[in-house]
């Protein structure tokens, strides 16, 4: 696990090829469209007020992917870009975001920590429906277009997101496209669609949400206490059996909201669930862990 003031550092770090873990990599490097305005202003981090609490980014003009490659004799060939949560607000980059990219890397999974626009923070310009779903296929399109530096399968690209990330998941998951074969950028011409999703309890409005049998893949994870989530999971669920789309659902008993993954914290549920997950992966050909 990275010490606090080092994980500071590395999130503020742009990436230079070759690449190393922690390495920032711009979505587009001559910024992103719609936020012209907001050029030159920096992301803030925000430490943790007591012990338990999340490291929180904000203010992001220029999205990016943090990443995190696992070792060559561990990689699997399968990717995951991680969308973290924070109510649109801030993202909670390290318990959503760092720590579950480090454990997917012990599996041979490649990660990659999108840090989206936010437009719910104090006098953000931004539109959910708009930017972070802009960044978010805009990331998909990113690493596709970079597989062979990544070693990794283009077709075993995943987005697991937790809370507001998973909202901005479920927008990539059924808001996807081809590419655009005739784009003069090579990145626009690659596909934006996952090939799997995993929602960990999602901030969603299922009655806006529109499945089809083409809908990636899908892993649910939520706690029966978090009222939102551990009742538009099922909904979902339903709506994605019906559609024809491969699913698995988990709710527990007890955990809240945004537990996150915390290594070795308790109650369990902040550092367990990862194992339901690795099982899906394994049923889904992402990983052999068991």
Same mark, same amino acid.
């Given at each position: 696990?990275?010490?606090?003031? $080092?994980?500071?550092?590395?999130?503020?770090?742009?990436?230079?090829?070759?690449?190393?873990?922690?390495?920032? #990599?711009?979505?587009?490097?001559?910024?992103?469209? !719609?936020?012209?305005?907001?050029?030159?202003?920096?992301?803030?981090?925000?430490?943790?007020?007591?012990?338990?609490?999340?490291?929180?980014?904000?203010? =992001?003009?220029?999205?990016?992917? $943090?990443?995190?490659?696992?070792?060559?004799?561990?990689?699997?060939?399968?990717?995951?870009?991680?969308?973290?949560?924070?109510?649109?607000?801030? #993202?909670? $980059?390290?318990?959503?975001?760092?720590?579950?990219?480090?454990?997917?890397?012990?599996?041979?999974?490649?990660?990659?920590?999108?840090?989206?626009?936010?437009? +719910?923070?104090?006098?953000?310009?931004?539109?959910?429906?708009?930017?972070?779903?802009?960044?978010?296929? +805009?990331?998909?399109?990113?690493?596709?277009?970079?597989?062979?530096?990544?070693? =990794?399968n283009p077709a075993k690209l995943g987005? @697991?997101?937790?809370?507001?990330?998973?909202?901005?998941?479920?927008?990539?998951?059924?808001?996807?496209?081809?590419?655009?074969?005739?784009?003069?950028?090579?990145?626009? +011409?690659?596909?934006?669609?996952?090939?799997?999703? @995993?929602?960990?309890?999602? !901030? @969603?409005?299922?009655?806006?949400?529109?499945?089809?049998?083409?809908?990636?893949?899908?892993?649910?994870?939520?706690?029966?206490?978090?009222?939102?989530?551990?009742?538009?999971?099922?909904?979902?669920?339903?709506?994605?059996?019906?559609?024809?789309?491969?699913?698995?659902?988990?709710?527990?008993?007890?955990?809240g909201h945004g537990f996150g993954y915390?290594?070795?914290?308790?109650?369990? @549920?902040?550092?367990?669930?990862? #194992?339901?997950?690795?099982?899906?992966?394994?049923?889904?050909?992402?990983?052999?862990?068991?």
């Open positions: 696990m990275f010490t606090n003031s $080092i994980l500071t550092m590395l999130l503020l770090v742009p990436c230079a090829f070759a690449v190393k873990n922690g390495d920032a #990599l711009p979505l587009w490097p001559n910024g992103a469209p !719609g936020s012209e305005a907001m050029a030159g202003k920096s992301e803030v981090i925000t430490q943790p007020v007591k012990p338990g609490d999340s490291i929180h980014v904000s203010s =992001i003009h220029n999205p990016s992917l $943090i990443i995190y490659l696992p070792s060559k004799e561990k990689a699997m060939g399968a990717a995951m870009i991680i969308a973290p949560g924070g109510g649109h607000r801030f #993202l909670s $980059i390290d318990t959503e975001g760092t720590n579950v990219a480090e454990w997917l890397n012990s599996i041979g999974v490649a990660a990659f920590v999108l840090k989206y626009r936010l437009a +719910r923070e104090q006098d953000s310009p931004y539109k959910i429906d708009e930017h972070p779903f802009a960044d978010v296929q +805009r990331a998909l399109r990113l690493v596709r277009s970079k597989a062979t530096e990544f070693n =990794i987005v @697991i997101g937790f809370s507001a990330g998973g909202e901005v998941t479920v927008m990539a998951s059924t808001r996807y496209d081809a590419g655009k074969a005739d784009d003069p950028d090579p990145i626009e +011409r690659q596909s934006s669609k996952p090939n799997y999703q @995993i929602l960990i309890y999602p !901030g @969603i409005n299922v009655d806006r949400v529109t499945v089809s049998k083409d809908t990636p893949p899908t892993f649910m994870l939520c706690a029966d206490n978090d009222r939102g989530p551990s009742l538009a999971i099922p909904n979902l669920y339903l709506a994605l059996k019906k559609a024809g789309v491969p699913t698995e659902m988990h709710i527990y008993n007890s955990g915390r290594p070795g914290a308790t109650p369990v @549920i902040r550092s367990t669930w990862i #194992l339901r997950l690795a099982d899906w992966m394994s049923d889904v050909g992402m990983s052999t862990a068991k």
